[in-house]
C-alpha cells in the first residue's frame, strides 16, 4: 500500500478548522487553487466527500467531522513532543503566535521585544493584531495580550505592563468654544469620539468613577472609530471630547494639543498581561517571549 501524503490532511484540518479555503490558504502560505487541488486530490484517493462548499461556506461533512476528530488530537500530540524536544536546544527555536490589541503591540509588546528578538534569529513572532478578545485556544494561539480584567480565570496571565488611566481629552479650541465639563452628566451636552467594540459591535461606555462612585456614560457624537489611534487626530483638529490612554496623550498635553477634563473622575484599569492556556507545555521559544515582556517596574504608570 502507498504510504500516505500527511500534508493532505494537514490541509484538509485547515480548512476544517477555519471553515474557509481563503483563510486556511493565508494560513498555510499556499494558493487558493493550490489548496483546493490538494483538498479534491484526497477526497478522490479516499472516495469520501470531506467538505461541504457554498459560494458562501465551507463545512465538513460528517465523514469529515469523524476525520477531524480523529486528527486533531494526534497533530497536537505531536506538535508538543517537538516542542519538547525543541526544549533540548541550546538555542530556542521555533515560532510564537500572540493575538495582541493594536495599542498593546504599540504601547508594550513591540517595544520589549525588538531588542530581545536579535539575540535568538532562530526564534519567529507573529503578532496578529486584533482588537476584539479572541480565543487563543480555538485560534490556535500561543497565548494573548489583553488588560489584566479581561483575561479568562482558567488562563495563565503574566503582567507585562503598569496599570494605566483612561482620560477624557479635547482640545483647546473645542472646549473653548463648547465649555469644560465639570461633572459626567454633562458629557451628554458633548460632541463626543467614541470607540466602537470589534467583538460585539457596541459603542464602548466611558467607566468614570470618583470616591466610589461608578458611572458609565453613553456618549453621542459625529465620529466612531474601532482603533485608538485616529482619535488623536479628531481631538486635535476639535471634532469633540475623547477618552483615550493618559500615556498616549501625554506628550499632546504638555505640547498644549489636548486639555485632560474631569481628571479626578478618571480610574485606573489593570494593565497589559499576556495570557496562554495552563495545559500546554512551554516552549523555549514562548520562556523568552514571556521573559521579555514581563513587567518589572511599578504597578502603576505615569
Known sequence: MAREDFNDYLAFLAVAQERSFTK?????????????HIIRRLEERLGLRLLM????????????????SSLQPRIEEIEADITSLLLLRDTPAGTVRLTVSDNGI????????????KNYPDLKVELAQENALVNVVEGRYDGGVRLGESVEKDMI???????????V???PD???KA???????ELVNHQCINMRHPGSGTIYAWELEKDGQAIRVRTDGQLTFNSVYPMFAAVADGYGLAFLQETLVAEGVKEGRYQIVLDDWCPFFAGYHLYYPSRRQMSSAMAVVVNALRHRGPVRAM
Not at 486556511?24 to 483546493?36: N, R
Not at 462548499?53 to 477531524?68: D, F, I, Q
Not at 465649555?179 to 452628566?185: A, D, E, K, N
Open 24 to 36: 486556511a490558504a493565508a494560513k498555510l502560505g499556499v494558493s487558493q487553487s493550490t489548496l483546493s
Open 53 to 68: 462548499r457554498t459560494t458562501r461556506s465551507v463545512a465538513p461533512t460528517e465523514v469529515g467531522e469523524k476525520l477531524m
Open 106 to 117: 504599540h504601547e508594550c509588546v513591540w517595544p520589549k521585544l525588538a531588542p530581545v528578538l
Open 157 to 167: 496571565s503574566v503582567r507585562i505592563g503598569p496599570d494605566w488611566r483612561l482620560v
Open 169 to 171: 481629552v479635547g482640545s
Open 174 to 176: 473645542y472646549l473653548a
Open 179 to 185: 465649555g469644560v465639563p465639570q461633572h459626567p452628566s
